[in-house]
């Protein structure tokens, strides 16, 4: 194919012992903010014995499903390694899950083996799964036992490129979960494309984020990019804000996966000096305001690098490297993909007009069932459900999910500019604009606010209305404004706007 793979391909060799093929076995790769750091070969050989516990004592065959359930930390990775490299597929999962959703995720998928905290593991206990032959890791688990027998090397399955190498759930705010397959050469392409055109990232990096490595964006950021060129990835298994605004300052980081509402709450902390040694900061799972790219940037010099992904393209296909930034917009696409603005018959829209955002490229949507393929992939493209904006110079502007337009007056208004605007004013943390229906003009525009706890006066309602007034055109001021002190969000920092309309 175009990045040059073979039909032949493993991706965890790729990534642990092609890299340990070149960079020697001793380079850090792994630590957390108190534990020991794991080397390259460490982390091989951990994998390596999993692998093994996988094969002679769990069963598992080629193919086999292998649900990961843990937080963000050295051991998660060894076992998501040991599963490919075993030719599993590593069916991932988010650590805050409770049983009711595992036990939907397993109909869905047929895991025949689990490797699970041993903290985490009574959900998983709960979801009575079928047939499922559980290990745990940590302190209390009983996989170091079975691994510390068994030999630290391991002969790789040869699986083809284009085996699945894992499952991944979409975080949908809203309806059920649905699993994504995503090929051993998928893993690499995501490696190969964002992060080497547009990330950059060098062997001397210090990788930390917030997301869990259960999602895509997680996985990516916390393992994928930093293990294909040896650099190394400092885990957090809490990452609020302020934690992760620390872990950064202590431990040297010098490149930052998280998603807008972290980088918000950073410079409402008053803490965004902490990111003064970062190099690289990513921002993706909602659009980044410009308001909150300006801030950061003035007070720091790092220019955030927006970047839209999703769960069915694996990873982000729409970014924009440095010099080539342009705040407010979400960038290009990335090399080895194209995107387009399309209209409801699948035909591009002129330049400067909203249409649906569709995107193709190495990776792409593949549901594993009864999930609406056709839906997501149309006219031969990924259509992934958000309206954009394209200018004459290629760069996309995200205007909002195309479900969350909002019809007013026969005007339509994307909520996030109005957010944008409302971000503009001194003493708003946060805000949602979603659609309330109205009488007279169907639905009117509505803002949650959270303001800056730490204000010194009252800004009230029509203060909020004039100032996003000045900003844009008149009609999309917010007709209504409410004050909340926090805003509902999923444990992927995805405003939950279903709950505020
Ligand atoms: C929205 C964005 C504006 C957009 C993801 C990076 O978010 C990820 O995957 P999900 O499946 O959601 C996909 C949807 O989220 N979105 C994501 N990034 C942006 N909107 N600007 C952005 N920068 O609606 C998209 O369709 O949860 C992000 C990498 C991997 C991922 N899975």
């Not at 079975?146 to 284009?162: H, I, N, Q, R, Y």
């Not at 809203?174 to 080497?196: E, N, Q, Y």
């Not at 407010?328 to 387009?340: E, H």
């Not at 803002?447 to 009609?475: C, G, H, M, S, W």
């Amino acid at each position: 194919g175009p990045l040059g793979y073979g039909d032949r391909l493993n991706c965890a060799t790729e990534l642990l012992d092609a890299t340990i093929d070149r960079l020697g076995p001793d380079r850090p790769c792994l630590r957390t903010p108190d534990g020991p750091t794991w080397s390259y070969g460490e982390l091989r050989a951990h994998a390596n014995r999993i692998a093994h516990v996988l094969v002679e004592d769990l069963g598992l065959v080629p193919g086999g499903r292998v649900l990961l359930r843990g937080f963000n930390e050295p051991w998660l990775v060894a076992c998501w390694f040991a599963v490919l490299k075993a030719g599993g597929v590593a069916v991932t999962t988010m650590p805050l899950l409770r049983a009711g959703e595992l036990a939907t995720m397993a109909q869905m998928c047929a895991p025949t083996v689990a490797l699970c905290d041993a903290r985490l593991v009574e959900d998983l206990q709960k979801a009575a799964i079928p047939d499922l032959r559980t290990a745990t890791f940590g302190a209390a688990g009983d996989l170091g036992v079975l691994a510390d027998g068994k030999p630290e090397s391991f002969d790789d399955v040869d699986t083809a490129a284009d085996d699945v190498a894992l499952l991944a759930f979409t975080s949908g705010t809203t309806g059920r979960p649905k699993a994504t397959m995503h090929f051993h050469r998928d893993v690499l392409a995501i490696a190969d494309t964002f992060s080497a055109h547009v990330l950059r990232p060098e062997p001397g990096d210090v990788f930390t984020g917030s997301p869990p490595i259960g999602f895509t964006f997680g996985l990516g950021g916390l393992v994928v990019f930093p293990m294909r060129v040896g650099a190394s990835v400092l885990l957090l298994e809490k990452a609020t804000p302020d934690l992760l605004a620390d872990a950064i300052a202590r431990h040297g980081v010098t490149v930052v996966f998280t998603a807008p509402t972290a980088y918000k709450a950073i410079l409402a902390a008053g803490a965004a000096d902490k990111l003064a040694g970062v190099r690289r900061a990513v921002s993706a799972g909602e659009a980044l305001p410009e308001a909150v790219w300006r801030a950061v940037h003035e007070a720091t010099g790092l220019k955030i690098i927006d970047g839209i992904g999703a769960t069915e393209m694996l990873h982000i296909f729409i970014s924009a490297a440095d010099d080539d930034i342009r705040p407010g917009s979400t960038g290009r696409a990335v090399p080895g993909y194209t995107a387009a603005v399309l209209d409801d018959d699948g035909q591009p829209v002129p330049d400067g007009t909203p249409g649906h955002l569709a995107v193709r490229g190495p990776t792409g949507c593949r549901y594993l069932r009864g999930d609406r393929q056709e839906v997501y992939v149309r006219h031969g493209w990924n259509v992934t459900g958000d309206t954009y904006v394209r200018d004459a110079d290629g760069y996309f502007h995200y205007q909002a999910r195309t479900d969350d337009m909002i019809v007013s007056s026969g005007y339509n208004i994307a909520g996030p500019e109005v957010e944008q605007a409302l971000l503009g004013h001194p003493e708003v943390v946060d805000c949602a604009v979603v659609g309330a229906p109205d009488e007279e003009r169907g639905m009117i525009v509505k803002a949650f606010v959270v303001l800056n706890p730490d204000r010194t006066r009252d800004v009230p309602a029509e203060e909020l209305q004039d100032f996003v007034k000045q900003a844009i055109a008149p009609y999309k001021r917010p007709r209504a404004v409410e004050f909340l002190d926090e805003l509902p969000r999923t444990s992927t920092g995805k405003l939950q706007r279903y709950k505020l309309r």
